[in-house]
């Protein structure tokens, strides 16, 4: 089996915060991602987008199903498996060189080799010049490269980034979603993102897991069949543009009409 192959079968989540009636997050989701591949988590606010990522990143536990990643059951987090937020969540004490080589320290890389691995993970994300600088020094665009590098320094086999570039405005994330291609070209990982825009999912997704209203299913997968880059003035854009705003709209009219039942 190829490394980074990730299997989700039955998978259910239900939240049962202390003094609060349970919350069902997932229900039944079951998926197969292929080692490179890159798949896009897209649906209705709350619909467990978040849960199932932080399930698959082993910092959460399932309620019922399996999660396996090369036939082993993810049980706790992995370097084999690296995990963005949509703020950066960089030390802020830290320079960047530091935020970067940091799990690199922790797994005992030696001083000089950590440096130079840090340097050129520094230059693939267009940061070389920056590595003494503080994360406050750097715009918002630059911290979430900071945290990409920080993520790619361990060589995960899978990259999951949840609303990585929600907080930047729209021409930096244009600038950010081509830097993505670029770095899941160069490094092989397989990458699932999850995110509310429409638009980000057709630039991005080898395929598009659309999800239901909570408890969160698969409403439909749809793979992206359109070369990249994928200029919005292609027709089959609009195509897809179309079936997603329909799917999702359909959910969120379900989801407000069940809480006012
Ligand atoms: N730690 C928790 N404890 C209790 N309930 C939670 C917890 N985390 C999430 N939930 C609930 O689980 C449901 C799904 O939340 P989740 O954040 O996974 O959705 P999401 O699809 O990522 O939403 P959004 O797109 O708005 O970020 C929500 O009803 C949320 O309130």
Redesign the pocket.
Same mark, same amino acid.
């Given at each position: 089996m190829s490394r980074g192959t990730l299997s989700l079968k039955s998978v259910g989540k239900t939240? #049962?915060?202390e003094g =609060?009636a349970p919350?069902e997050?997932?229900r039944d989701f079951s998926l197969d991602v292929a080692p490179g591949e890159f798949v896009i988590f897209l649906?209705? %606010?709350?619909?467990?987008? %978040? #849960?199932?990522?932080?399930m698959i990143a082993g910092l959460e536990s399932v309620s019922s199903g399996t999660i396996e990643q090369d036939g082993l059951a993810v049980t706790e987090p992995s370097a084999e498996r690296g995990l963005i937020f949509q703020e950066a969540g960089l030390f802020p004490w830290l320079t960047i060189a530091d935020n970067v080589g940091f799990g690199l320290s922790i797994q005992g890389e030696a001083p000089v080799r950590r440096r130079e691995a840090v340097a050129q993970l520094l230059r693939q994300v267009g940061l070389g010049d920056m590595m003494d600088k503080k994360p406050d020094e750097l715009s918002g665009g630059m911290r979430q490269r900071a945290a990409c590098a920080r993520a790619l320094a361990m060589r995960p086999d899978i990259l999951m980034m949840?609303?990585p570039f929600a907080a930047l405005d729209v021409q930096t994330r244009a600038k950010m979603q081509d830097f993505l291609l670029q770095i899941w070209r160069d490094s092989g990982a397989s990458i699932i993102l999850?995110t509310?825009s429409i638009d980000e999912a057709i630039a991005l997704a080898d395929r598009v897991v659309v999800?239901t209203a =909570?408890p969160?299913r698969i409403k439909t997968i749809v793979p992206i069949d359109l070369p990249r880059p994928r200029p919005s003035r292609d027709p089959r854009y609009h195509q897809y543009r179309d079936l997603f705003t329909d799917l999702l709209a359909a959910e969120v009219d379900r989801a407000f009409a069940e809480q006012e039942a």
């Open positions: 939240w #049962t915060p =609060r919350v997050a997932v649906g209705p %606010s709350g619909c467990g987008k %978040s #849960t199932l990522l932080y949840d609303e999850v509310h999800f =909570r969160g």
